[in-house]
């Protein structure tokens, strides 16, 4: 181990929270197998050969978006741009119908800052899904988006989360985080919430008692420093509120967008993203290896270095393989459950919450 990880080891032996300058000296250090081996000591003591899975399936609805971040390959500015597309209420459903299978416990819908929608749109989708899918719990719509609804129909975030809980929102993604530093957001996405906006709609949120994930996105043009504090600020929330279930790091893919001249992470440099991040974060419960972004293998593999959940299924994912994942459009359960097992973990499907999942074999 190289000298200057053999204080955060002790520290982490002990159960100490690290700094921020810790977090900094792991991503300086090249020993990438002690700071993975760290990390998977912690996920261990949390969790065991546990890992998580489900069985999920992701709905865009539109891509029309408003905001016009450098990085992203899946929105398109206005209605009626080439790959533009809204779903109506019955397109929604006519889309889910075809790909639901009984079994499936959860939708994920995240979908662009569609300036041509009345509100209404929203509760309509979730009551559709709820009436017509009653299974599957609806994580659903980015603190990006929460804040949009409030800002464009004149609502707080409390008026908004009620209406939609009532039509049968049941928690938040973790999406729209990117990097809090109002120095990346300024570059890279810069017309939509802010940081402390992001954070205000998730702290609402689990006010409200809904549960909630969180992300980073990493590898655009972010410091080592700003991604740990990125991390600081989702585990002071997590200190105040107790709600978020799951970090999920995003690695930043450069195809189909803006960024194209920036070349995304090595699969070193995910591994230590997941590592750090599961060893700053001791108070989120899970980190997720979402094999979409990382790509079955370093998913895997991110699973020995503090990753303790796979994501799920997914079926024809849209934000990253428009933008360059070679990821396959879905994973099968027992393709999961292989994975996890020759890893040498034990898979246990899950619900959208971290509840067990028995499945007669
Ligand atoms: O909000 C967009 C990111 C997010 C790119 O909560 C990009 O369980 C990298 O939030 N390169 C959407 N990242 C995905 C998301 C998510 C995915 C899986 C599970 C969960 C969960 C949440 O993807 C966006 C943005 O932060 N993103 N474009 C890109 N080119």
Redesign the pocket.
Not at 172 to 178: R, V, W
């Given at each position: 181990m190289t000298p200057s990880l053999v204080p955060i080891r002790e520290k982490v032996e002990a159960g100490k929270r690290l700094s921020a300058a810790d977090g900094e000296a792991l991503f300086a250090s090249p020993d990438l197998l002690s700071i993975a081996q760290m990390a998977h000591g912690v996920r261990l003591k949390k969790h065991g050969l546990t890992t998580y899975y489900n069985w999920n399936l992701?709905l865009n609805s539109t891509n029309v978006c408003e905001a016009n971040?450098l990085?992203?390959?899946?929105a398109r500015l206005k209605t009626g741009m080439s790959q533009a597309f809204t779903m109506s209420i019955e397109d929604a459903e006519r889309w889910i119908r075809e790909r639901y299978r009984p079994g499936m416990t959860e939708i994920?819908i995240?979908n662009g800052l569609n300036p041509d929608l009345d509100f209404d749109y929203y509760p309509s989708l979730l009551r559709m899904i709820r009436r017509e899918f009653p299974e599957l719990h609806i994580?659903a719509f980015?603190a990006?988006e929460i804040h949009y609804f409030a800002k464009k129909y004149g609502l707080s975030y409390a008026e908004v989360l009620s209406v939609l809980r009532d039509a049968g929102l049941g928690s938040?993604?973790?999406?729209?985080?990117?990097i809090f530093a109002e120095r990346v957001r300024r570059k890279i996405c810069r017309d939509k919430a802010s940081a402390d906006e992001w954070l205000a709609v998730h702290r609402a949120a689990h006010g409200a008692g809904l549960k909630?994930?969180?992300?980073m996105?990493y590898?655009t043009i972010e410091s080592p420093a700003e991604r740990i504090d990125h991390l600081i600020r989702l585990r002071s929330l997590q200190d105040e509120t107790g709600g978020f279930q799951?970090f999920?790091p995003?690695?930043?893919?450069?195809?189909?967008?803006r960024?194209e001249r920036v070349p995304?992470p090595t699969a070193v440099d995910d591994l230590r993203v997941i590592a750090i991040s599961r060893l700053m974060l001791d108070n989120i419960p899970h980190i997720?290896a979402?094999w979409?972004?990382l790509g079955v293998k370093t998913a895997q593999t991110a699973l020995l270095c503090g990753a303790n959940d796979m994501?799920g299924t997914v079926t024809e994912?849209k934000?990253?393989h428009m933008?360059?994942s070679h990821s396959p459009d879905a994973l099968g359960l027992s393709e999961i459950r292989r994975l996890i097992t020759s890893a040498g973990l034990s898979p246990q499907e899950r619900t959208t919450t971290y509840g067990t999942v028995h499945r007669a074999a």
């Open positions: 992701h971040c990085f992203c390959s899946f994920h995240v994580k980015t990006v938040l993604p973790g999406g729209g985080a990117e909630s994930n969180c992300t996105l590898g799951v999920i995003l690695a930043f893919h450069n195809e189909g967008n960024m995304p997720k979402y979409v972004m994501d994912e934000v990253y933008a360059g």
